[in-house]
């Protein structure tokens, strides 16, 4: 009787384990249903180290190029950030000095209101604090879709033949602001912030922007869809090669892409809306965005929607030359140096209002047409090194569907399938936890009970059981 009283309290032990389990197994389970329900958020740089935005320029922490950082800022906040630069050139000569490009991805959280004129600015301060000029180029605003989603803006200061502001050496100021307009959120909005170095020519080059290009609007690419699950951040973006796309989009979702473009190519790129059940129309719900090599953005496009197939596109690009740099249009100067180009797609959460949270049809068609050139003599390497490059190791990845490195997760998963795994790592431990701690009370119970039940004169055994010998009479 009393072998089977102990028996069967370690029995009882294993069975409170099995259920704490079975109760915790389907909270991770449900918790992994929620996420999949919702947009994930954006994936900042798993490298990005954490900086605070200074309110004056003497307090100002340096960025180091090639290196992510992570910020916050308020509603209508202003913060500075430093630079250290150095000295330009005259135009006569070959310059020693690199041209510096600063960008800034404000992240505002899942159902923050926000309205058109809502952004973000960018902007780069010489020592004494004189603006570099970047016209328009340094501002992002949300416009008219009026949907709460990372925006890019940036800065530069450009050296070699033709700068006239910003020559000389010394420590200089990023400027980042926030504007807000009437009736949007006051929350705080997440910063991910990059700083490229691009070196000087080895000799002094043309300063005229190429004249003659193709600008017409290529035919639309055919053939059949593969599927490519965009990311949901730079860091993490899906690489794609010159093809047709197919993916889901979820109502509020933003997700990116990346295509190598080489010297003396052009790209093209449409994105296109499948159809949906409901009812209304939808203004500027899709839009598609193309970002640069430093996520300076080089052209956008939309398209509004009542529930059939709708199609946005790219205007026309120039092949990807250095001179690009110093024409007037922003389109024709983004295109100004070779490596990965980012597509941005984002879709209004207003759509789960007429046609539900999706996710949507998504087709991307991409075309990287011409030959690729040589690339200019530069001086030096650029850092982060490779970036305006594109190597046989970026070729592989575009053919692969490789998401790029460094991004929360890296591998381009969905959230679905990265909380999935989370839920069952965690779960795994949590099961083991409960099943060595079952086992230790099952051993202490037995232990107890072997102590109850032996003749007397046998002698305990290490840790308080029976001896060995009785141990083994025991078991026969």
Known sequence: MGRRTGWWRGRTVLAGAAALFSVAAPVGHVTTATAADAPPPYRFAVDAERIEGA???????????????????????????????DEVSSASSASSASSAYVSATAVPK??????????????????????????????????????????????????????????????YSVLVERTSGPGSSLDDWELELQYVSEPALEKAASTAAPQVWDSASPQALEGPALAREGGTGFSGARSLEQGVWKDGIQAGQTLFYRVPVDWGQQMDAT??????????????????????????????????????????????????????????????????????YYLVVHLSAEMSDKFGDGPFELTLRVRVGGTAGEAPAYSGAAVPRDVFEVTAKDKDAAASGSAAT?????????????????????????????LVLGLAMWAVVARRRAGADAPDG???????????????SRVR
């Open 55 to 85: 309110t004056k320029t003497v307090d100002a922490e340096p960025l180091t190029p090639g290196t992510h950082y992570r910020s916050t800022i308020r509603d209508n906040g202003k913060q500075y950030y430093a630079l250290r630069l």
């Open 110 to 171: 899942p159902g923050t209101k926000v309205v058109y004129s809502d952004g973000i600015k960018v902007s780069l301060q010489d020592p004494d604090g004189h603006s570099c000029f970047s016209g328009d180029a340094g501002i992002a605003r949300f416009g008219p879709t009026e949907s709460p989603r990372p925006l890019t803006a940036w800065a530069s200061r450009r050296a070699g033949p033709g700068a006239y502001t910003c020559k000389g050496a010394g420590t």
């Open 271 to 340: 994105a296109e809306l499948g159809p949906a059940s409901g009812d209304g129309y939808l203004g500027n719900v899709l839009v598609m965005s193309l970002h640069n090599p430093v996520r300076a953005l080089v052209d956008d496009a939309d398209t509004g929607y009542d529930g059939s197939r709708k199609q946005t596109a790219l205007e026309p690009l120039p092949p990807v030359a250095y001179e690009n740099r110093f024409a007037a249009d922003d389109q024709v100067g983004g295109m100004r140096f070779a490596g990965w």
């Open 406 to 434: 460094g991004g929360d997760g890296g591998d381009g998963g969905s959230s679905s399938e990265n909380a999935a795994m989370k839920a069952v790592a965690v779960g795994g431990i949590g099961m083991g936890c409960v």
């Open 458 to 472: 046998a002698l305990p055994g290490p840790g308080g059981g029976a001896s060995r010998t009785y141990g083994r």
